[in-house]
């Protein structure tokens, strides 16, 4: 049950992080839409960042059933780029078949594959820094530690 609630909630973080990179575009594209004089009728960043957070938990999901036994530190980042390609065109299949335009994967399936895969790319770049930012902050102290200790810490 522990594992599940772990995943959970790792599934929705991912989704949240997407989520705000994804806002971003949307905010930008707005913007841009704005500065032509051209008000959408859709909220754009709000729209980005709800299909944002269902890539993110969708490629977690597709992450956790094709890679659920490797840590971050042990994938390369090509094949999670990859495995993001592959869950942002599962979610815009799943997209085109709910709302009954099959064409519309035409259109949308290179675009949130390649969305996917930079999320992807750029969630394992945050997480390896994350953890590397980690071990470097909860090492042992060599000014605490005892002589023993210190020698072992550099390395002799």
């Known amino acids: 049950m522990r594992k599940w609630r772990r995943r959970i909630r790792g599934a929705i973080g991912m989704g949240l992080t997407w989520a705000a990179a994804w806002f971003g575009a949307g905010l930008i594209l707005l913007l841009v839409a704005l500065a032509f004089g051209n008000p959408p009728e859709v909220p754009f960043p709000l729209f980005f960042g709800l299909l944002g957070f269902l890539a993110g938990v969708t490629f977690s999901?597709?992450?956790?059933?094709?890679?659920?036994?490797?840590?971050?530190?042990?994938?390369?980042?090509?094949?999670?780029?990859?495995?993001?390609?592959?869950?942002?065109?599962?979610?815009?299949?799943?997209?085109?078949?709910?709302?009954?335009?099959?064409?519309?994967?035409?259109?949308l399936g290179p675009v949130f594959a390649l969305a996917g895969a930079g999320c992807a790319a750029g969630s394992l770049t945050l997480a390896r820094k994350a953890e590397a930012r980690e071990s470097l902050d909860g090492g042992t102290d060599v000014a605490e530690a005892s002589l023993t200790e210190s020698r072992e810490l550099l390395g002799g």
Do not use: K, N, Y
């Open 61 to 107: 999901g597709v992450l956790g059933i094709a890679e659920g036994r490797l840590r971050f530190d042990q994938m390369s980042l090509p094949r999670f780029a990859g495995w993001g390609a592959v869950g942002g065109l599962l979610l815009s299949g799943v997209l085109a078949l709910a709302t009954g335009v099959g064409a519309g994967f035409l259109e």
